[in-house]
């Protein structure tokens, strides 16, 4: 099996880190699997490493297949393999470039804005909706509320490296918690709980997945009926208060839910 080096390209913009000099991909011409599907698969581990970090650059097509000793169709493949996997991304002028590594999310009452910034990913949010509304029988259920009682909606898309990773909406008791929506987009709103002095105990949360909507598809840049999770939570505070009730989806390319079985003896 030959170990190809992949070096250090001497056109790397200042702005972004360039691919680490001593990364090896070791491509075995005589297997059976495509070599374009090899390179895919090394590229997306050193990802998952943390070898190539976000902002990492490859290079262009031509560089890469030069550095590797392939043809420029093989290297256009194994890029484009990621590249629809949402882990490389190409930009005019600049070559290819790591986005990110997928967020895999514990099962544990975490926020999702919390999770992706301990995992690297610089979030960021847009806000597309945030407005005092009557609470609908099944949001309603929810919060422990009754119908038609003032609830704020919020639908926020989240984001990283500026590409969205999900499109959450948010249903909190009015007069809970200042919701202004410069701090939505600032922060997270398990933060804002936090420094409200809210105390989040516990939660009851249900994970799915279905196809997206067209809709749903364009919001989270996928293409319609693309697979997405889904997830919904009611949190309660320590005094068994329901404060936020959520509805959440997730690009199932980009992230996924992690959590450890115990046997039970």
Do not use: W
């Amino acid at each position: 099996m030959a170990r190809v080096p992949v070096r250090r390209t001497a056109r790397t913009p200042r702005a972004a880190a360039a691919m680490p000099v001593g990364l090896d991909f070791a491509l075995d011409r005589n297997s059976p699997v495509p070599l374009y599907y090899q390179l895919a698969q090394q590229l997306e581990a050193a990802i998952e490493r943390g070898a190539l970090s976000p902002g990492s650059l490859l290079g262009n097509e031509v560089e890469l297949a030069g550095r590797l000793g392939l043809s420029r169709p093989t290297v256009r493949q194994g890029i484009q393999t990621l590249v629809d996997k949402g882990f490389l991304v190409r930009r005019r002028g600049v070559g290819t470039q790591v986005v990110h590594s997928q967020v895999k999310r514990p099962l544990e009452l975490s926020s999702l804005y919390d999770d992706l910034e301990n995992a690297g990913q610089r979030p960021t949010t847009r806000v597309l909706h945030n407005a005092v509304e009557p609470a609908s029988a099944e949001v309603a259920a929810a919060l422990g509320i009754a119908e038609g009682g003032a609830v704020h909606r919020v639908e926020r898309l989240r984001l990283t490296h500026d590409r969205p990773v999900a499109a959450l909406c948010n249903y909190i008791p009015e007069g809970l918690l200042d919701v202004a929506t410069a701090r939505l987009e600032s922060t997270g709103l398990y933060r804002m709980m936090r420094a409200a002095g809210i105390t989040l105990h516990s939660a009851r949360q249900s994970v799915g997945a279905r196809s997206a909507t067209a809709e749903e598809a364009e919001r989270l840049d996928e293409p319609a009926g693309a697979a997405l999770l889904t997830m919904q939570r009611t949190a309660y505070d320590d005094t068994g208060r329901a404060v936020e009730y959520g509805t959440h989806i997730y690009r199932s390319s980009r992230y996924a839910f992690e959590f450890q079985l115990l046997l039970r003896t």
